[in-house]
């Protein structure tokens, strides 16, 4: 099979450098986290953005044991859980 993209080699710790063009593309910076998904034989690399683990917007998020909220459902699950 003929290689479509940027080959690079996973080194003996399974790591592997992504290339600056590749980063810059996908507005990657140094310190940046990445979310690392397998999907159907891929690997899909992608700049992470935390979401709420409720309502999915990243608008004023707040972490409580190891989960992302956002305001507005925290304010729900302060008030009981009942939306309105």
Do not use: H, Q, W
């Not at 310190?31 to 899909?44: F, K, N, P, S, Y």
């Amino acid at each position: 099979m003929k290689a479509r993209g940027i080959v690079r080699r996973v080194d003996g710790l399974g790591r592997l450098v992504i290339p600056k063009e590749l980063r810059r593309k996908i507005g990657v910076n140094d310190g940046d986290e990445v979310e690392i998904l397998g999907a159907e034989g891929c690997i899909i690399i992608k700049k992470y953005a935390p979401a709420c683990t409720f309502c999915g917007s990243s608008e004023e998020l707040t972490e409580f044991k190891e989960r992302k909220l956002c305001a507005d459902c925290l304010r729900e699950l302060r008030r009981g859980g009942n939306s309105t």
